[in-house]
């Protein structure tokens, strides 16, 4: 049986991918200063790595970080609807330079717009404040 990994080309594939996205967040002035200045390929390598792992590739990822727990190692970040958006942004441009099959395309797009809602862990649109006593 054949992974999605396989079938886009392995790891090639998560790698340009993950090149392209970058490309993009490293001019961004919102997620930019998410990211250490001297931290930039060790970035690139651990999205890498999680890609590749979560669409059947190696599971180097979680043998060097463990698990993913991607809400937890994400939460020291204001990730508010803007920064999903521009996250959301481009990532998606990084899916257009790598141009996966139609099929690839929407399973991959899925994915990825579900974790970025998944991240955001700043919402303005909800008030934070004390709780009801019972």
Request: hydrophobic content about 35%.
């Amino acid at each position: 049986m054949t992974t999605f990994y396989d079938e886009v080309g392995g790891r090639a594939f998560f790698e340009r991918l993950v090149d392209a996205f970058y490309e993009g967040v490293w001019t961004d002035e919102v997620l930019r200063p998410m990211y250490p200045q001297d931290d930039y390929d060790g970035a690139k390598e651990r999205l890498t790595g999680f890609l590749e792992q979560y669409w059947g590739g190696p599971g180097t990822y979680s043998e060097q970080r463990g698990h993913p727990r991607l809400r937890m190692r994400h939460g020291p970040f204001p990730i508010g609807p803007e920064a999903r958006d521009r996250w959301l942004h481009h990532m998606m441009a990084a899916v257009d330079v790598v141009d996966p099959s139609p099929m690839h395309r929407a399973l991959l797009v899925d994915y990825l717009d579900r974790a970025a809602h998944a991240m955001v862990n700043r919402n303005p649109a909800f008030r934070t404040g004390p709780t009801l006593e019972t």
